[in-house]
Structure formats: C-alpha cells, structure tokens
C-alpha cells in the first residue's frame, strides 16, 4: 500500500466535521487531546485502509472521499455491505463486539480519513458517559441504516436494485445526475447482491429505453422518473 500519513493540525478539529454529534460533547481540552493522537491519512482509489480480521488500532474518520465497506465470506464470495460518505466514521460497527474488523474497508476514490488511536477513544468511553451514550447511539443508527437498507434491496426486483443503486449515488453521494460511478459492474453486482451479467443487461436496458445515458463510468440520468418508477415496480 501507498497510504501517506501525517500529523492533522488538532486545531482543525474545532471546525472539521470530526466534531460531529459524537464528539460535541467533549470539551475544547479533551478534543485537543484526541487530536494529538491523529493522524492524517491518504489513499488512492483501490488502496485497502482497514482489513477484515486486522486488529482494531484505530477509530477512522473519513473527510474526504468514498470507501466500500466489504466482508469475504468462507467460500472467497466478497460481499459490500455498505458505502461510507465523507464524515463518516467507518469502523463503528466492530469498535465494541470485536478486536479484529469485522470487514475490509477500501477506498474507491481517492480519499483522506483520520485515525484515532483505539485506546484514546476507549479511555474516553470510559471517563465521559455523554460522548459514550453519543458513540452508541451512532453506532446504533449506522447499524439500523446498513439493515434497513439490505432489507430495501431485498425486497425489489432485478430492475428495481439497479435502478435502486443509481439513484442512490446520485440522490446521496454527488447530488446530480451526473456522475462518474466509483464502483465496476462486479462491485454493483456484489452491493445488490445479483450477477454481473444481470447488472450489464439491466444498465443496457435503462440506455436504450432512453432512462440513462451510460458511457463506460460516465452516468447521465435522462428519466429521473422512469427511473424512480423502475426502482418502485422493476
């Protein structure tokens, strides 16, 4: 890997989206003790920032870019779970109910995140029950978030989860109907849980009935509508 690292200025934190609900309630000498044990780290597209069953060594804070969230199963089949946004703490759902990663987390765009030392937060957790109730109820949110939204892809039709999946980068992630898509066609497959194949038809589906404008990652959505509609009815 060709991560870099560096030292995050702790006065940064005061205004980075670090200081979101969960650390709001640490006062101004404890953050800035946190923050000396940042650091500041960068990765190109495909470079693995944590990996499923590593030891925890740190609490990450994505600032910028995009990571998947995937697990290998027994048989080698990889599985994304979920994708982080920036200012989002990745790694939440293994901080308490293990000591390895319970999942790899790889960038899929160049992205820079911060990492706290695990000890650090602990300690924390331990001497303030507000940022500990904070953490939890966090880590409670992201778990519903990831469940309800396997439960959502489930539920629709092979149309349906393309259709689900495209409208989520652009109603979510860029805010635009158009985009470059971080992700292969292999890894849409892996996030909705169907067959490249399917996927590749299903795209050449939405283009020629004039939904989509698709070339190679490049994405233009034509037909927000028929879009939406596909998403609901497949």
Request: net charge negative; aromatic share 6%.
């Given at each position: 890997m060709n991560m870099k690292a560096e030292v995050c200025p702790g006065t940064e934190c005061l205004?980075?989206?670090?200081?979101?609900?969960?650390?709001?309630?640490?006062?101004?000498?404890?953050?800035?003790?946190?923050?000396?044990?940042?650091?500041?780290?960068h990765a190109k597209k495909g470079e693995t920032i944590a990996r499923q069953n590593d030891s925890i060594e740190g609490f990450i804070f994505l600032r910028d870019g995009l990571a998947k969230?995937?697990?290998?199963?027994?048989?080698?089949?990889?599985?994304?779970?979920?994708?982080?946004t920036p200012n989002d703490f990745v790694g939440l759902l293994s901080l308490f109910s293990s000591k390895t990663y319970n999942y790899?987390?790889?960038?899929?765009?160049?992205?820079?995140?911060?990492?706290?030392?695990?000890?650090m937060v602990m300690n924390l957790v331990g001497s303030n029950g507000e940022f500990a109730r904070n953490l939890l109820a966090k880590i409670s949110r992201v778990s519903d978030l990831l469940i309800g939204s396997r439960l959502d892809i489930d539920l629709l039709q092979l149309r349906g989860r393309v259709a689900y999946i495209l409208c989520f980068f652009a109603n979510e992630i860029y805010h635009s109907t158009r985009f470059n898509l971080p992700v292969s066609r292999r890894e849409i497959?892996?996030?909705?849980?169907?067959?490249?194949?399917?996927?590749?038809?299903i795209l050449s589906e939405f283009r020629r009935d004039r939904i989509i404008l698709i070339e190679g990652t490049y994405i233009e959505i034509l037909d927000k509508e028929k879009l939406s509609w596909a998403k609901m009815h497949g």
């Open positions: 205004t980075c989206g670090f200081r979101s609900e969960v650390f709001a309630s640490l006062p101004d000498y404890q953050l800035e003790e946190l923050s000396r044990s940042k650091v500041l780290m969230l995937c697990r290998t199963n027994a048989e080698g089949r990889e599985q994304i779970v979920g994708i982080a790899s987390i790889v960038a899929i765009e160049d992205s820079s995140y911060c990492s706290v030392e695990y000890d497959a892996e996030l909705i849980d169907m067959r490249v194949e399917n996927v590749v038809r």
